[in-house]
């Protein structure tokens, strides 16, 4: 018994976050409207109901119905208690972020699962760098100035890589909406895309 919850459950391997390796999870989470709710839901965002979520993801309450069920089934979100008359239902997410891999000792079926969530993943990074750029003019200089893009090639092992990866990872870590529960005045949701990859 204690095995089959284990499998319906995904692994957590730090506190609030939830390791995702099987490719049905990574299957469900392949959808931007999906996403775009997660992230709503994530770092303790206030619960909502399909019609506050429907504006989130630009999509109509029933259509976001159909998501939030399928987020559901995979253990990401779950329904809140009611706020009232309990005509409609109110979701939540426990969690505050995931971390996605089929990892190198995955199936095929977990591998071709992770390629298509991280493309997804890109797909949506690159669309808000490219909203960035089409609205930084009308930022204040503060911001404009403050914002930056850069890329760059170093020379490293792969432990090396490791301990870098981790060091910048920690650092962002520090400024995590979860851990922030009384931001600085003036402060705003920032959008950082961090990669790290070996050339051909």
Partial sequence: MADETADEIPVRLEPG?????????????????????????????EPATATELAEVC????????????ELAKVKLIEQAPSRGDGRERVW???????????????????????????????E??????????ARRDQESYEWYTAATSADMQIQVTAAELQELNDQVLALFDRYARSRRVDPPEGSRQVNVTYRTFPRT
């Fill in 58 to 69: 630009g999509l109509s309450p029933s259509a976001t119905s159909y998501h939030l069920r």
């Fill in 92 to 122: 939540r997410s426990q969690l505050q972020g995931l971390t996605i891999e089929a990892g190198p000792e995955g199936g095929a079926a977990e591998k071709a699962a992770d390629r298509e969530l991280s493309a997804m993943f890109l």
């Fill in 124 to 133: 949506i990074e690159d669309a808000r760098a490219r909203s960035w750029l």
């Fill in 17 to 45: 976050r939830a390791q995702i390796r099987d490719a049905a999870t990574m299957r469900a989470l392949a959808h931007p409207a999906r996403i775009a709710i997660l992230d709503r839901l994530f770092d303790g965002g």
